[in-house]
């Protein structure tokens, strides 16, 4: 059996703790509802869990999956918002990468999270006609 909250808080706490978030929340919101001076912002979605059993008797093993959502917004209309964007990906990447020693990421809470990874691909609307741009990333939460 996992506690979910304290996982998804720390993952949250992680990521938010990145880079510099002017806005950032568990609760998503469009980018659309969000003036210039609210972002960069960070949001977290949870998406999925899925649960399996590799025999019986096993403990069940847990994966959590999350969406982070990242918002950049440049001011400057002859500047790319990935230009703003990019960084942030950079520090979220960061602060889920896996530590040098054991090659693992289990979010500070080492007795519920076995691994917690960047997995699949990062969308990104980089807002070619806009000043906006959007970056979802997709989080795996390997969980016992």
């Not at 960069?40 to 999956?65: C, D, I, N, S, Y």
């Not at 703003?84 to 090659?103: E, M």
């Not at 809470?109 to 959007?134: S, Y």
């Amino acid at each position: 059996m996992i506690s979910r909250e304290p996982i998804y808080a720390a993952l949250f706490e992680r990521v938010a703790a990145a880079a510099y978030f002017v806005t950032a929340g568990r609760k998503l919101r469009h980018w659309s509802d969000l003036t210039a001076a609210e972002q960069p912002a960070l949001f977290m979605r949870q998406k999925l869990e899925e649960a399996t059993v590799a025999a019986l008797g096993a403990p069940t093993v847990w994966m959590l999956g999350v969406e982070l959502y990242v918002y950049a917004h440049a001011s400057d209309p002859y500047v790319a918002p990935t230009t703003v964007l990019n960084p942030l990906l950079d520090a979220v990447q960061s602060a889920l990468a896996p530590a040098p020693v054991t090659g693992v990421q289990d979010l500070g809470v080492p007795e519920m999270v076995q691994h917690a990874t960047i997995a699949g691909k990062i969308e990104i609307t980089e807002g070619v006609l806009r000043d906006q741009a959007v970056a979802v990333i997709p989080v795996e939460i390997l969980c016992l």
